[in-house]
């Protein structure tokens, strides 16, 4: 008898063009996680989507508890214990948690369904893995931690044995992580099989018992998290098939002269009285527990909210501009920590994402220029190695880090003195961030003032100059990046009352 679950033999899945998935295996066991990773390109999504029955593979075989079958649509995974639940819920907002949870199979009492009993049924699978949720409550007020909780009861529901948990806490703090980890610790430990994706190695070192490595549509390898030893290092070098020897390739860079300023910068309710400044050619990090006010306060700078009380110096000048377009184009930018959201026009070309801060500039006439915008989103796309057929490749098909340099050439093609980045490397796979870092280097070798916001303790110790800490909206703590601890900066983000 085999001791899987689950078998993927020999997976491959050609697209016209290219072949996605080749010769790809994966084995599940009952009560484990079991993660895949690899850089975005890797076929994770494609080997998920097999599974999920979203496409059928060209080559291969999926035996489950040992028999082979055919999983010609999502329908058929459903019955066959299989279950996907996706960084942005597949959920009704405007249904409640009863309604989402049970829905395509409800509680029926001759023609009407017995809404008494989906409620009941519902609180019990809530309870069942930890969740403090009403299941009268309507999905969309609920926060993205909770959604996919529901989601999970939803899985549970329909006796899923398997569940692909994709990027689970892109869109989660710290503390919703944390509790994310506790229900699938204790899904696996009541016989539940989880598979895995993430970007984050915190995930990886987390939760898994295993782990797959995926490269350029292969399978590289897979490994035991203990017996095995596994470490970073490791993963990194089996991810991007060679090592980085530099990581954080942080470039020793002449400090100029101040670029930006803030002085007692407060808004009523989100923070008060922060002071700090960038010089240029530095790098400087702000750092801090998630609601500790970093994004309100680089906001407030930016001119996305107002502030109440302070002053915002750029460039040796008072600030007086209050628009996000007027502070563009004194040499400021943002690179906000949401790129879908609030920095993308993701069904737009990378052209026309790029030349959209300077489109007066690429007026002729009456008319924007095709040639002009041709040749800045030419430049941008060739500095910043951008991976895409080309400029006319509409956005939304790009992988997480090549949107974050489509980002990052706008604030260049905008001729920024000083950027702002926003959490810079989130969502993004390991080689995109090490791309990152090093655009990040020089561009403050060319004198340009960088204040990074990031979470990540290795990315801020490691690429930054100087490091401000704030902790309940005013900042705490400076520090030199070269001579400080990781406690020390965990020290001074801590909430007051939590350090008595």
Known sequence: MSDYILEMRHITKIFPGVKALDDVQFTLKKGEIHAIIGENGAGKSTFIK??????????????LNGKSIHIENPLVAQTHGIAAIHQHA?????????????IGHEFMTGPFINWKKANTEAQKLLQSIGADINPTATVGVLSVAQQQMVEIAK??????QILIM???????????SEELYAI?????????????ISHRFEDIFGLADRVTVLRDAKYIGTWDMQADHVDETMLVHHMVGYDISQFFPKKKTAIGDEV????????TGYFRDVSFHVNAGEIVGLTGLVGAGRTEVVEAVFGVTRYNAGKVFLLGKALCAHEPADIMALGLSLLPEDRHKQALLLPWSIKRNITLPILKE???????????EQIVAEKYFEILKIRAPGIETLTDALSGGNQQKVVIAKQLAAQAKVIILDEPTKGVDVGSKAQIYEIMSELAAQGIGILMISSEMAEVINMSDRIYVMSEGHVRAEFQ????????ILNAAMPAERMA
């Open 481 to 488: 990046a070269d001579t400080v601890t990781q406690q020390e």
């Open 50 to 63: 097999v599974l999920a029955g979203v496409h059928h593979p060209d080559g291969g075989e999926i035996v």
């Open 166 to 176: 994709d990027e689970p806490t892109a869109a989660l703090s710290k503390q919703e």
């Open 260 to 267: 930006l300023r803030v002085e007692n910068l407060s808004r």
């Open 184 to 196: 699938a610790r204790n899904l696996r430990d009541h016989g539940a099989s989880i598979i895995l």
């Open 90 to 102: 597949a959920s009704y907002p405007h249904l409640s948690v009863a309604e989402n949870i049970f």
């Open 362 to 372: 690429m007026q002729k006439g009456l008319f924007i220029s095709n040639e002009k």
């Open 155 to 160: 899985a549970l529901s329909q006796n899923a």
